[in-house]
């Protein structure tokens, strides 16, 4: 069974930083993708970065230039490090493993999440 954990988030004002981490197992042939995304109340989960096991990125628009994904083999941890945050980055923050795409039906792995809120 795949477990994902996150940690590091939290209540912040706009134009602060936060950085998200998430425990995950090492890549394995069904995923060898590990991603971001985040959910408000009613809206549909949305992909903000994708790292592949070879360390190539792929950022949502909305975040590009201020959220930077990351990862460290070594300690199989995946990181979101956010800059210049905005209200409207407000959400559940998730991590996921699967196939590299910014779409949810690729991620078979998920974490509990982590709430990041970002006061104006």
């Known amino acids: 069974q795949v477990q994902l954990v996150e940690s590091g988030g939290g209540s912040v004002q706009a134009g602060g930083s936060l950085r998200l981490s998430c425990a995950a197992p090492?890549?394995?042939?069904?995923?060898?993708?590990m991603a971001w995304f985040r959910q408000t109340p009613g809206k549909e989960r949305e992909g903000v970065a994708v790292?592949?096991?070879?360390?190539?990125?792929v950022y949502a628009d909305s975040v590009q230039g201020r959220f930077t994904i990351s990862q460290d083999n070594a300690k199989n941890t995946l990181y979101l490090q956010m800059n210049n945050l905005k209200p409207e980055d407000t959400a559940m923050y998730y991590c996921?493993?699967?196939?590299?795409?910014?779409?949810?039906?690729?991620?078979?792995?998920w974490g509990q999440g982590t709430q990041v809120t970002v006061s104006s």
């Open positions: 996921a493993g699967g196939v590299c795409s910014l779409s949810r039906q690729s991620y078979p792995y």
């Open positions: 090492p890549y394995t042939n069904s995923m060898y993708c």
């Open positions: 790292i592949s096991s070879t360390g190539s990125t």
